[in-house]
């Protein structure tokens, strides 16, 4: 079965900081992944996807299929990335999207 | 770009009454529509998927004679509790998806407190 793995709840970084969120997953077929961002008292929208290889916001994720990693990157954080973030693997021909438990990203002053 | 919207946001309701919650597409059409629940401080679980005019596809451990879903036009998927009970409080989400894109697009969500 599939399975997605966001080891942090909670990570607090200053601002000018580098980011790392970090994404595992397991899945036998060929993955693809997502990262879905969720600003306080807004719905869920997405921040971007592995096969479009491109930079959303300052944030980059590559695919590791070495590692099952995605990690979600960010140079220089900025007070604005507070959120909630959810890395998520699609599966069963694009009709199963599995969350992970999500990683609250917190900028600081 | 694509939206959908949910209907109600926010309902109470006393147990054992049943409560509808919609989900429209409102400038495309959605062939599939998924729907999700998330407890709080939790991920966000899939309950159930649904194609226009087909029966949905529900998870496993999720109740289909309790949580009814209907997708009977390409725009509108409902989601019905039946029965509720307080346990059945909860944040539902819905999604959509439309034809040949591997992109969802959600509902900004629906709290359910059951009395």
């Known amino acids: 079965a599939q399975r997605v793995t966001q080891p942090e709840k909670l990570l607090s970084v200053f601002k000018g900081a580098p980011v790392e969120l970090k994404c595992n997953y397991s899945y036998s077929g060929s993955p693809e992944l997502f990262w879905y961002v969720q600003y306080s008292r807004q719905r869920l929208q997405l921040l971007l996807r592995h096969i479009s290889r491109e930079s959303i916001k300052g944030f980059t994720a590559d695919l590791n299929k070495g590692e099952t990693s995605f990690h979600l990157k960010k140079p220089f954080a900025q007070e604005e990335d507070s959120a909630m973030y959810y890395c998520a693997l699609l599966t069963g021909g694009g009709n199963k999207l599995t969350f992970g438990t999500g990683t609250q990203l917190k900028v600081e002053l | 770009g694509a939206v959908v919207s949910q209907h109600p946001s926010w309902v109470i309701c006393k147990s054992g009454t049943s409560v509808k919650i919609e989900c429209r597409s409102l400038d495309f059409q959605a062939t599939t529509m998924f729907w999700y629940r998330q407890f709080p401080k939790q991920s966000l679980m899939l309950m159930a998927t649904s194609n226009e005019g087909s029966k949905a596809t529900y998870e496993q451990g999720v109740e289909k004679d309790k949580f009814l879903i209907n997708h009977a036009s390409l725009t509108l998927s409902t989601l019905t509790v039946t029965s509720a009970h307080p346990e059945d409080s909860s944040f539902y989400i819905c999604?959509?998806?439309?034809?040949?894109?591997?992109?969802?697009?959600f509902g900004a969500g629906s709290r359910l407190t059951v009395l």
């Open positions: 999604s959509a998806r439309f034809s040949g894109a591997n992109v969802l697009t």
